[in-house]
């Protein structure tokens, strides 16, 4: 093996979530030299891989980091990154990535649903409680519809999914980016994990490499390129020691909370999440069927005052319905370490009417109206820190030749939806240039 201190390759990607995956994947099977440098671990083996303990292990700062306003984020960091903890939901990118900004990954999104199969669960997967709210939804004359899904049922021996798969997926049901990874590894590529890059190595104002710390040591590697795929915080981080200052000026976070309610039966604490959802494209916010894990609601809404955990022996009779919301770029993630996001007037106007329209879903679902509830506010998905049209041209190259960003901080605006398939869609466009460009 090649000394930590020399380590060489045609490209290095940074961060193995689902766009450092992809890039990996692809110029791996194209026979380029990829190294492959993750933060975290492999913690798919582990015992506690899927567990609450194992969310506090894999996640950033045990899933405890905040942004100045009091915005809980969930970032985890390990093999697979973000798809490690997220509800394996599927969304084709909005028509406005093509239109407004010139992106067109649609060969590769459809390219990408018909190997992964992703589809809907089955009507008699998709959960008694969750169905019910769809069709009061429905009733009240919004179009919900069953939501696409990176999950194949028959995979699992015991499919055995609910609120707690958001934790790690146990059953194997759910696809996740590190299974990309293992196929980059075989096809050649070179993972290393407990890998922190520091910055980008600049030469004769070109990128030819990153240096850091690997399993604590110190390292550099070389290479004709660099992607950069270490997410909405992980990546303006990086290029802000690279002397990239502007990076991370603005943010969006498809800003996301939950509105609950209680019935006499069963809720959808059980059931698959977000199996049902619907968008509202005029006011830009997006609704699931959604609650928090078990051991996590009393955790979550004792943020919002001490008498909201007193609920909890009632978990299992919470009927959930989430709002995602289209937010402003504000804030951003700055050096040191801060990261803000605070909530334009426009967003907080939206925001309330998602929610009254989300009471009104519940009333009709059979909720007890005297319990229904909004939870905290929190940050699912940090993105719009490197936008593309701003710090990247449309082939997600930076203004230093040869660096490049393929993650969440490429969304030029937020999306307001599920985000891991337009991530794949351009890490495979961008491997195809970048491939092109080794030869």
């Known amino acids: 093996m090649t000394p930590a201190d020399t380590l060489s390759a045609d490209t290095i990607i ?8 992809t890039v990996a994947r692809e110029m791996a099977r194209a026979g380029q030299k990829v190294l492959l440098l993750e933060r975290g671990i492999d913690h798919r083996a582990s015992s506690y891989y899927g567990t609450y303990l194992g969310a506090l292990i894999y996640a950033d700062r045990m899933s405890l980091l905040f942004t100045q306003e009091g915005l809980n984020i969930v970032r985890p960091l390990m093999v697979g990154g973000a798809t490690s903890m ?3 939901c599927a969304a084709p990118p909005p028509d406005w990535l093509k239109q407004r900004y010139g992106v067109d990954i649609d060969l590769e999104v459809s390219e990408t649903i018909e190997e992964l ?10 959960g008694a ?16 519809q069953p939501q696409l899904k990176f999950m194949k049922p028959a995979r699992s021996k015991k499919f055995d999914c609910g609120a707690k798969c958001m934790l790690g997926c146990r059953c194997h049901a759910k696809w996740s980016a590190a299974e990309w990874v293992d196929d980059a590894v075989e096809a050649g590529a070179d993972l290393r994990t407990r890998a922190r890059v520091d910055r980008v190595l600049v030469e004769g104002g070109r990128a030819i490499g990153v240096e850091g710390y690997l399993e604590g040591k110190p390292f550099t590697a070389h290479a004709k390129n660099v992607v950069l795929a270490a997410g909405g915080i992980g990546t303006p981080r990086i290029l802000h020691r690279s002397g990239l200052e502007h990076a991370g000026r603005g943010m969006t976070m498809d800003v996301t909370v939950m509105v609950y309610g209680f019935v006499k039966e069963r809720g959808i604490g059980n059931e698959p999440p977000m199996t049902w959802s619907w968008e509202n494209q005029e006011l830009g916010y997006m609704l699931s069927t959604l609650i928090d894990p078990w051991l996590l609601y009393p955790i979550i809404t004792a943020l919002k ?3 909201y955990p007193l609920y909890w022996p009632r978990w299992n009779n919470i009927l ?3 709002i995602k919301l289209k937010d402003a770029i504000s804030g951003g993630v700055f050096p040191g370490g801060r990261i ?3 909530l334009t007037e426009d967003d907080k106007m939206r925001q309330k009417q998602a929610e009254e329209t989300c009471r009104a879903i519940l009333r009709k679902a059979g909720a007890d109206p005297d319990t229904i509830f909004m939870t905290p506010l929190r940050g699912t998905h940090p993105s719009g820190t490197v936008r593309i049209g701003e710090m990247l041209n449309t082939d997600l190259q930076t203004e230093i030749p040869g660096l490049y960003v393929c ?6 605006e937020a999306l307001a939806r599920p985000t891991v398939l337009t991530i794949i869609g351009l890490g495979k466009r961008l491997a195809k240039q970048l491939a092109a460009s080794v030869d």
């Open 305 to 307: 005052g001490p008498r």
């Open 129 to 144: 409680a969750s169905t019910r709210i769809a069709e009061a939804a429905n009733g009240l004359g919004y179009d919900w």
């Open 117 to 126: 199969e992703i589809a809907p669960l089955p009507p008699e997967l998709r």
């Open 86 to 88: 997220y509800c394996g």
């Open 14 to 21: 940074v961060g193995s979530g689902p766009g450092g995956a």
């Open 320 to 322: 959930g319905v989430m």
């Open 407 to 412: 993650d969440a901080s490429t969304f030029p």
């Open 340 to 342: 803000s996001k605070p």
